[in-house]
């Protein structure tokens, strides 16, 4: 009797010994897959921050891009033509009045500069304030016939989400400008309680799914920035059909 107790209670203490081995084993499967969840969350932290600042690197690029091509293309030239009238003035006093409509011309443009020159534009772009300023910019330059519509109620998106859509858009429309041969471009947004959907189509002369990567669009890219802020990165076009880029950001509740 005492022996069979004996027993019963090393079968106890061993099958307790067991159950404590395989609960420790539970639980560094646990750290180790919370571990490595915790290092994925880390690095795809890492990742997102190192787009954004990418983004922003490219942002401030462009826009510098765009300065020099508006000092050079625009205000260079109509402080040209100012100092042309200028000349002509001493024997034509009477044409004084348009050196000052092309001075003030001028100061316009000067000012709209200034307004990308800001830091605060690429720090903390507004998303639909910088989408104006760029359409505006394209019809003043005569580079293409840009229009802006808006739907809905307009709300701002947290700041790295804009910069990312901002860059995508960015892209679609350098590409629109230097390679597509459109004289149309149409930017709209639809503000929806839940989502933010942007709609980019230009009449240039488009492209075949084969040529995606040849024309610089750069589709993979714009869908992996796309991913990084929950949104959905699509590009329709055609020989002759034009190009459209349709953006849908899923905002956060």
């Not at 022996?3 to 106890?12: D, K």
């Not at 750290?31 to 787009?51: G, P, R, S």
Request: aromatic share 6%; charged share 25%; with cysteine.
């Amino acid at each position: 009797m005492e022996r069979e107790a004996t027993e019963g209670m090393i079968f106890a203490v061993i099958g307790l010994v067991g159950l404590c081995a395989i609960v420790v084993f539970l639980f560094i499967v646990f750290q180790k897959k919370k571990n490595a969840l915790l290092l994925h969350q880390i690095e795809a932290e890492k990742h997102f921050e190192q787009e954004i600042a990418e983004s922003q690197i490219e942002i401030r690029e462009q826009t510098l891009r765009n300065i020099s091509w508006e000092l050079h293309d625009n205000i260079g030239q109509l402080l040209t033509l100012a100092k042309i009238q200028l000349q002509s003035v001493v024997e034509h006093p009477e044409n004084i009045h348009e050196v000052t409509q092309t001075l003030g011309k001028s100061l316009t443009e000067i000012r709209a500069l200034s307004k990308i020159i800001n830091p605060d534009f690429i720090s903390n772009v507004k998303l639909l304030e910088a989408i104006q300023l760029e359409t505006d910019r394209f019809n003043r330059l005569n580079y293409i016939s840009a229009s802006l519509s808006i739907k809905g109620i307009p709300q701002d998106l947290d700041a790295k989400s804009e910069i990312v859509i901002f860059r995508i858009l960015q892209e679609f429309f350098a590409n629109t400008i230097k390679h597509s041969k459109a004289t149309e471009l149409d930017v709209s947004l639809n503000y929806a309680p839940e989502k933010l959907i942007i709609i980019t189509r230009d009449n240039g002369i488009g492209f075949s799914a084969g040529q995606k990567t040849k024309n610089g669009i750069g589709l993979s890219n714009m869908k992996k920035r796309g991913n990084l802020i929950n949104a959905e990165i699509n590009i329709e076009s055609g020989i002759n059909k034009g190009t459209t880029l349709t953006i849908v950001h899923i905002c956060k509740p």
